[in-house]
């Protein structure tokens, strides 16, 4: 059973930055593609970065030069890299295990909160 736990949320200031950690178990990391969630209050949630397992990236347009999604196979750990944060930023991000026809498991999330 692969496990996700997600750390490294908190309170911060617009234009500050923080990073994400994704720390996987329970299944060979190097094999599967990786995402990024979010979901703020009263919204669906959507997918905020992607990282293949070959590590080709995309982006959803609103945090294309301000997040950077990483991965180390040797650590089993997926990273969100978030600069210049806006308070729009503010939401629970989950990361997600990409399996053959979707999102196979999540991790419980961690809160980001973007004061202004």
């Known amino acids: 059973q692969v496990q996700l736990v997600e750390s490294g949320g908190g309170l911060v200031q617009a234009g500050g930055s923080l990073r994400l950690s994704c720390a996987a178990s329970?299944?060979?990391?190097?094999?599967?593609?990786m995402g990024w969630y979010r979901q703020a209050p009263g919204k669906e949630r959507e997918l905020v970065a992607a990282i293949s397992s070959g590590g080709t990236t995309d982006y959803t347009d609103s945090v294309k030069g301000r997040f950077t999604i990483s991965r180390d196979n040797a650590k089993n750990t997926l990273y969100l890299q978030m600069n210049s944060l806006k308070p729009e930023d503010t939401a629970v991000y989950y990361c997600?295990?990409?399996?053959?026809?979707?999102?196979?498991?999540w991790g419980q999330g961690t809160q980001v909160t973007v004061s202004s």
């Open positions: 329970g299944s060979i990391f190097a094999d599967h593609a």
């Open positions: 997600a295990w990409g399996g053959d026809y979707g999102w196979d498991y």
